[in-house]
């Protein structure tokens, strides 16, 4: 979900033959389940794979959007305990696995790629820490903090009113429902429905194409985010 290169991690994958290729050919199809032992490093390879941690209160949260090339649940994998949250489609993908033995044996082996998974995974544990700090924000602050994580910016980085730092790694078209975007930042559809209904209204995403919000107005939201931070 950081969308950082990791140029070491691709090689590995390239030059490495998986243990386990999983099919999900239906939304909703678990790749692995919360609890299930971390017997296997997934790589999503087509498709999206969501996160979801169950709630006590019924409602689950989704901890994490994956798109092709993004490894999951690799903080369970490295540190051996059982998944903390299961992994499912959110349309039809695959997933190629990697044996717990065969990664830290590689990462044992390279420093680079050890740094690179590392890495990856504070700056996982940052977004984490991060959502955890704007639970209490009003809605359009937690839903802004999402749409500019999932587009790949870091809004300490964008200019107050300025413009985005250029990068081939932004995504503006984020293929995404509002019921997942509601999930993620643990509100309501309704909710989720009618602020982002607001949006299109003052000209600051399309949602013309179903499934998809395009932002058009990045610094709006970056600047949303910086102005209710907690370090603000």
Known sequence: MSQRPMPVFDRWRETTEPDRVVVLSRKGEFLFRQGDP????????????????????????ILERLLPGEFVAGFAVIFDFP??????????SRAEGYSKSRLLSAIDQDRELRREVHTELGERFRMYQSRLLYANMPIEV??????VALSGRDPDQVALGGSPVPSATLRDSIAITRTVL??????????A?????????AGKIDLSKKGVIRILDPVFFCDQVRGHSPRA
């Open 38 to 61: 971390s017997e296997m490093f997934y790589v999503v390879t087509e498709g999206r794979i969501l996160f979801v941690k169950e709630s006590p209160f019924g409602t689950p949260l």
């Open 83 to 92: 998944y903390p949250a299961g992994a499912l489609a959110d349309c039809p």
């Open 142 to 147: 937690r839903l802004s903090q999402v749409l």
């Open 182 to 191: 509601a999930q993620m930042c643990l509100t309501t559809v309704e909710t």
């Open 193 to 201: 429905i009618r602020v982002t209904r607001m949006w299109e209204k």
